[in-house]
């Protein structure tokens, strides 16, 4: 009866007609910038109605209805009035999605949004208001998809695809951008064949409809390119982002910033081939375009600074990555604000830097930190979380910290989380299988460290095929696990194959190249001379948790080893002079342990006579050195003293006998021998 009678004491319009439309939304909080689009002058009327008690304040800027006034409002309704308000209401939620928001704002934007727009959605009949409904389908998809749920994305696309088709037609461009954002669901959930699959569709409808060289061409051609990336299809992946950079250039001129964005795009491509320099390169461009777009404190152009970093990692400048990588996280941490998911990432980033440079406690610190702000954001059993836990599985399983029960505990996790997501054949899980097999190997369960990598193993060859390099260091892992069960043909076989992917992919100047044929050598030797005989002592299983642990406490033979080199104070530059001693004297193992352990510059230079590393090596005729210095990113094209570059010292042959085999250096030095079997352990993390 009271509510009854509140409800006729109501006599303004505009009050009643903003309480009828929220009787069809849902009984969550109902935010003022959807009441906004029902009724422009809003708050007078949410004032009347508060004081009538027809509805509450709720949670900031936002109103909360009794469910006994929604109940009520709809019984009075009349099918007209309730067919008026649905299609009111319809709209007004489509308007609030549509409105511009800061990226600061927008996910708690949507999130608000989404429980009003899936209870909208049963309430419209599919006649006349077919265009609203397939609007709102296709809307909270998209928020789903945001929110990192593709699975809940894909069950409300395909529910608008029939309507949208039905109402445009099959061949609209409309059509085209529905079966676009479904294939980048099926993507998100680890089908990239399904993707490639509605991402052609979508291609071949936008050509039909607006012509080859359309800017909307191009952004479908940018996203199946990713799909060939994912795929292992780098070159196709490359040959796609080239065709959508060429169409941009011409539709925007070269220094747009949607031309930033697939240059970003296409340097990833070279990423993925093995050409960080190229990477580097393209990267740099994006940069530099996007801070004259953005400024130079814009979130847009932390991202790029996020993807520079990844080429400076495989180029070996560690320092400047954590240069870039700093940059960008004081950037996004202002932008967002600390607890932001993309800083999440940035940080993830930075404690893998700080892991490469010794210094895993401060790994955990940051990656415990992003753990922390992706568990609140996305949720504990996300995808995105089980990146991190790999990372962090890690930084435990490697370095000071070795903990491989807690590597093993965090990578378990994280392995039924990939499964759960994208299926137990999914790459994705591979990659965690074979960082999950390098904790059972530091536990010494060889056996289970060969099952998960043999397991791994034939999904990447579903996944990417006979040729993939991801493949190549599934092999050289197996390789390392037959080894230490001394099965050494079968480890020689394995190590053999991941050499000549490696070769093909990356050619035979690269690291990986280089340190698989060393491999090799090393299972050769072990063949040939039976050094591990049945019954010796020497038979004991040597694993990667052994091996590590090995060069941590074998200090006196770093003391050895730095003596040896007349270093009295093992500082950076004094390490960078190491450096250029050790590539002119070709040691080999030398230049691997103070790239990998110790934060240099590579690039260093004499002050006197102004030679790099590289230019002692080629003075020396070192090939394998120089070519070794080269595989990490040594600049061929700095001058010395004297104006020469490196390779103006290189000789075309190198006489006979000048560089020693790596197994004659390894004979002559104890320090390089332990330190180049730990070199192995660059094959045992599979990054994300």
């Known amino acids: 009866m009271t509510l009854s009678l509140s409800l006729k004491a109501v006599t303004d319009h505009a009050a009643l007609e903003l309480l009828n439309c929220c009787a069809y939304l849902g009984g969550t909080p109902i935010p003022y910038f959807l009441l906004e689009e029902i009724e422009k002058d809003y708050e007078p009327a949410i004032k009347l109605l508060q004081s009538y008690s027809l509805c509450l304040p709720s ?16 019984l009075l309704h009349s ?11 319809g709209s007004a939620w489509i308007a609030a999605y549509e409105k511009e928001v800061s990226l600061r704002d927008e996910i708690e934007h949507y999130r608000l949004l989404l429980p009003h727009g899936e209870v909208l959605i049963p309430s419209l009949p599919e006649g006349t ?32 695809l029939p309507l949208i088709q039905a109402h445009y037609g099959p061949e609209h461009y409309e059509v085209a951008i529905t079966l676009g954002n479904i294939g980048n669901a099926y993507g998100a959930l680890g089908k990239p064949h399904k993707q490639k699959e509605l991402l052609e569709r979508a291609l071949k409808i936008k050509e039909q409809h607006s012509g080859p060289e359309h800017y909307e061409v191009a952004t479908t051609l940018m996203n199946l390119g990713s799909v060939y990336g994912a795929l292992g299809k780098p070159h196709k992946q490359k040959e796609l982002q080239e065709r959508a950079l060429e169409i941009q250039e011409k539709h925007y001129g070269p220094e747009h910033y949607e031309v930033a964005i697939t240059l970003m795009n296409l340097g990833n491509a070279y990423g ?47 320092r400047k990555r954590k240069e870039i990588l700093e940059r960008a996280l004081e950037i996004l941490e202002k932008h967002y604000g600390p607890e932001h998911y993309q800083v999440a990432i940035t940080l993830v980033n930075l404690g893998s830097v700080y892991g490469a440079l010794g210094k895993p406690h401060k790994q955990k610190e940051l990656q415990e930190r992003a753990l922390e702000i992706q568990e609140q954001y996305y949720g504990s059993e996300h995808y995105e979380v089980a990146r991190t836990l790999v990372n962090l599985g890690n930084a435990y399983g490697y370095g000071a910290l070795d903990e491989p029960h807690k590597q093993k505990e965090l990578l378990e996790r994280a392995l039924k ?17 074979v960082n ?9 369960q060889s056996h289970k460290e060969k099952e998960l990598l043999e397991r ?16 190549a260091i599934t092999l050289l892992n197996l390789s390392i696990a037959e080894k230490n069960l001394k099965n050494y043909p079968i480890a020689l076989e394995y190590a053999k194959k991941a050499t000549q992917i490696f070769s093909k992919h990356y050619g035979l100047n690269h690291r990986r190249t280089y340190l698989a044929q060393a491999h090799i050598r090393e299972l050769q030797k072990l063949l040939d001379e039976d050094l591990f005989p049945q019954g010796s002592s020497s038979t004991k299983s040597i694993t990667i948790k052994e091996r590590g642990s090995n060069l941590r406490k074998s200090n006196s033979s770093e003391e050895r080893l730095l003596k040896k080199y007349r270093i009295k104070e093992p500082t950076t530059k004094n390490l960078e002079l190491m ?44 090939q394998e050195a120089y070519n070794l210095l080269v595989s990490y990113g040594a600049d061929e094209t700095l001058l010395d003293k004297a104006g020469k570059t490196a390779k103006e010292y290189l000789p075309s042959k190198i006489p006979d006998g000048r560089s020693k085999s790596l197994e004659e250096k390894k004979s002559n030095s104890n320090s390089d021998n332990i330190l180049d079997k730990v070199l192995e352990k660059m094959f045992s993390k599979s990054s994300f």
């Open 59 to 74: 949670q900031r800027e936002c109103i909360g209805l009794h469910d006994i006034v929604r109940e009520m409002l709809r």
């Open 79 to 89: 099918k007209e009035q309730t067919l008026n308000c649905r299609q009111r209401v």
């Open 129 to 160: 208001l077919k265009p609203i409904r397939a609007h709102l389908l296709c809307s909270v998809a998209t928020i789903y998809r945001m929110l990192g749920s593709p699975q809940q994305a894909l069950a409300y696309y395909e529910q608008g």
């Open 272 to 318: 993925n081939l093995g050409e960080p320099r190229k990477q580097k390169k393209l990267l740099e461009r994006a940069l530099k375009l996007k801070e004259k777009y953005y400024g130079p404190e814009h979130y847009q152009v932390a991202i790029t600074l996020v993807n520079l970093s990844t080429a400076y990692a495989i180029l070996g400048k560690l």
């Open 417 to 433: 989380i990939f499964e759960r997501h994208y299926g137990p054949e999914y790459y994705q899980v591979a990659r965690t299988l």
């Open 436 to 444: 999950l097999s390098n904790a059972y190997g530091a536990l010494g």
């Open 456 to 471: 791994a193993l034939k999904i990447f060859e579903q996944h990417y095929g006979p040729e993939h390099y991801e493949l």
């Open 579 to 622: 450096l250029r001693k050790a590539a002119a004297q070709g040691h080999i193992g030398v230049i691997e342990w103070l790239l990998k352990e110790k934060t240099i510059e590579i690039n260093a230079a004499g002050t006197i006579s102004e030679k790099t590393a590289l230019h002692q090596a080629a003075c020396f005729q070192q």
